[in-house]
Structure formats: C-alpha cells, structure tokens
C-alpha cells in the first residue's frame, strides 16, 4: 500500500505540496490564501488581498458571509444529504425560489454540481425537443465549460477537447453580427447558445439587440434558445438574471458558480415544453439537488433580495465605470460586475502590478482585458481602493 504523506514540519508552500501530488493543469497566481473575510483574502504570512476576482465569480457574497455560513451549519446538523431518490422539502424551495427569479415561462428546474454539466443538460434537452437535427450555434469567443458536449461549444476547444471527435456540428457567429446568426440559424439547428455577457472571452456584452436577434432567428427555424448564464446571472448584472436584465427570454437558462455561495451547484432553468415527454431516468445525477446546496440557494436567493444585492451592483458597477478608466486602464467593457478592463500593454502586467498592490484580479481570453468578478457585496471604498492603485501604476 502507498503511504499516505501528512505534510511535514517545516512544510513546502502548497505550490510545491500540490505540485507533488495534482495534475499540472492549472496556471498559480503567486498567492497562498488561507482565509477569507468579505471581500478580502489573506495569505498565511498576513498580507490582506482585495479580491475583485471572487474566484471565477463564485464567491457572490464575499467570504463568511453570516447567513451562508448559518445556512449550511443549520442544513449540515439536519440533514447532510440525500439522493433524488427521495423528494425534499429544502429541495422544492431552492427549486421554488429559483423560479421565482425567472421571466414568466421558465418554470421547471433541473439541479445539478456545475455550469459545464448545466450546459450539457441544455444541450440534451434542446436535442431531445428537436431530434434529428445535428447543429448547435455558438458565438465566437464562447465559453461553456469542459464536459464533451459543453466543450464542443467552446471556442477554441480543440486545443485540449482530446475526445476522437464532437458529438455535433457547431457554427460560430461573430459578436454583434446578427446578420450572421440570422443565415447559421437553419432547420437543421437544434439550438442556439449565448453567454448574454461573455466571461471567459473578456466581459463581451452581446447586446439587447443580438440578444433580441437570437430570440427571433430561434422561433423562426424552430431551435432551443439557451441563455448561459452560469458566469453572468445571480445578480451580477444588477437584476435577478441576465434575461431579466435584457427584458429577453430564452427557452432555457443555466446557472452555476455563485448560485450557492460557494458551495458546488448549478442549475437548468427550462420552459416546461420543451422537456415535454422527458420522463424518469432521462436525465440524472448523484450530488445534483442535495440539500446543502439546495439550502444555500434558497438563502441566496434570499440574500439577493434581503440585502438589496442587485441596486448595490448597479451603483458600484456604475462607479467603477466613472471613476477607473485611469492609469494603464483604456477603456471598460461587459455589465454589472463582470466588467473587462482595456489595456494596451498585456492584461497580464497589470494584474500583477495590481497583484503587487493588494488587489486580485483575472486574466481573460482577450489577452488584453483584466477581468472583474467581484463580489456583489463590493463597496465604493474597495473601488476607492482600485482608483489608487490604478493611479499609483499611472
Ligand atoms: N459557462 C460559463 C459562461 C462559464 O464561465 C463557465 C466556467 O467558467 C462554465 C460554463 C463552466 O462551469 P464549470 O466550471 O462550473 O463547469
């Protein structure tokens, strides 16, 4: 049998631990965070770090957040988990409340862990609703996630899709062009998939218009219209969800990353038509729908409303705009807080420069966008806080 090491004393840095022992995927910042309180981070040595990248926007509310923390103890004593093999009471909440954020229309949910396997369900549901067609539309710069269906729409995939081919054909319409998504939307497309703000890409709004564009080319050839808003929705466009925010309705929304506060969960919002004849066993998961992450998305929900969540992102999204286009910062794209900061030098120096000055940022697709994802408890005096150092870098 292998031993199974316990750090000893007089440790390594966790990146030489974790070195040892993952997979060499991931890209480290040079950051060893042990706590969170707010809106900051702090290294084991004490240095206090502004976190305006919630890590990939999960962190909604920030870090301890009172009544997340409540939540899960209080579900964590009371019932730890359950399968979808029984049915729940905190699982027809979190299912109730999600509904009651959505335009009118998008009334059944499916929970599962994640954003890519929320795709991949969307994906599977607009396949089922429309069989034999083999197209799915996405938009350039996508980004959905890392699951084979999920991936095959992701721009740029085929760097690392490694499968032996994709499950479907996909078309790739350029931003903004609707012209073009009206020609790639024929009858053999069983679904066209935006991220109405794209976030990996770089903060890209697709615009009420393209957004609008999509609504109508979908209905005209009979595709399923999926709204990704695993990155942009929950509050970050200063409304309950993106499709509330562009006054559009998809046939389907996912959601992912905050939609618990931190805690592993997403979500398939769909018109009830268009999981029309699905029945038991067509779709499934294990964790997907527990109650710990069930309870957190109630008290999130909650908490978007409670605390005024989505007037405070209008206000600080609105400020950040006015006050940081300063310094190296050219100009500042996407909505709400999932904005993209324009440099002309590579994004990448000033996020270390920012980094060197106590504030975390995050890299994007377009190498010359520094991402925010704060998050949306964020306050004027953390933005006071950007403007110095955006200033200070000059
Ligand atoms: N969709 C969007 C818009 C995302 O930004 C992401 C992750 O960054 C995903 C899907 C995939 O989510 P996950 O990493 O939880 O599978």
New binding site residues.
Partial sequence: MKEIATAPAGAPSAEEAEAKVFLPVYHHLDLEVERGEGVYVFTADGRRYLDLYGG??VAIFGYGHPQLVRTLDEQARSLFFQSNAVPLQVRAAAGRKLIGISPPGLDKVFLI???????ENALRLAFRRNPGRQRVVAIEG??????AG?AAI?ANSSRWYAFPHKPFEVDYVPRGDAQALRRAMTEEVAALIV?PV???AGAFALGKEFLEAGRAAADACGAVYIF?????GMGRMGAPLAATFYGVTPDIV?L??GIAGGF?A?AVLTKPEVASGLGVGDLGTTFGGGPLACALISTVVDCLRTENICANVREISAYIRETCRIGPVLDIQGEGLLLGLRTAAPGKLLQNALLERGILTGSAGDPHIVRLLPPLTLQREHVDQLIEALREIG
């Fill in positions: 990939h926007a862990n994640s954003g890519a396997e929320a795709n996508a980004f959905h996630g890392r699951t999920a992701t991220e794209q976030g990996q990704d808003e695993v990155q942009c996912t992912g990353k592993p997403a």
